[in-house]
């Protein structure tokens, strides 16, 4: 879930990630950055140890600095992958 998106202020976007399983894991958050017009700036990810039954947050830096300058807004993919 997304909390924040990052800003030229600070290039980070804030997302929180919710694990029903029951034990711990460790997730990768995917975030795409795009323009006003809906055109993809930057992607970038970061992985995030979640408790079991549990949620954690995570903070991904914006992987162009370019990017933010032109960033109108983040997705977050709504299924954090578990790495095995």
Known sequence: MLKRCASTDDPY???EV????????VFTVN????DASG??????????T????GKATVRVAV???G????LD??????RATVDR
């Open 13 to 15: 976007t804030t997302a």
């Open 18 to 25: 919710r694990n029903p399983n029951g034990r711990q894991a």
């Open 31 to 34: 975030i795409t950055y795009k």
């Open 39 to 48: 055109s993809t700036l930057a992607e970038s990810g970061d992985q995030v």
């Open 50 to 53: 979640v408790p079991a039954n």
């Open 63 to 65: 992987a162009s600095t």
């Open 67 to 70: 990017a933010v300058d032109r």
């Open 73 to 78: 807004h983040c997705v977050v993919d709504r």
